[in-house]
């Protein structure tokens, strides 16, 4: 899973690998508060199923990120 943002500069990429999670989350916490809350009245079992896969699907691009963080600091740790 790649967020399609890349750079050649390590210092760069993990800049936007540090921003990006943040965002995620509130996009996970919001369709989890949704499903929760019934804010939009998801009805049926397909519609709540689907905003479960993709608060699942939201939370694991974070762990995705934060390898790829952790990457890019041994990365620029061994530059050094």
């Known amino acids: ?3 399609g943002r890349s750079t050649d ?5 993990l800049s936007l ?3 990006e999670p943040a965002g995620i989350r509130r996009t996970a916490a919001e369709l989890r508060g949704r499903i929760g809350e019934h804010a939009d009245e998801p009805t049926d079992p397909e519609e709540i199923a689907a905003l ?4 699942e699907e939201q ?3 974070i762990g ?3 390898e790829r963080r952790e990457r890019l600091l041994r990365r620029l740790g ?3």
């Open 1 to 3: 899973m790649e967020t």
């Open 9 to 13: 500069d390590p210092r760069e990429e």
């Open 17 to 19: 690998v540090e921003q």
């Open 52 to 55: 479960i896969t993709l608060a």
């Open 59 to 61: 939370e694991s691009l």
């Open 64 to 66: 995705v990120l934060e």
């Open 78 to 80: 061994q530059r050094s």
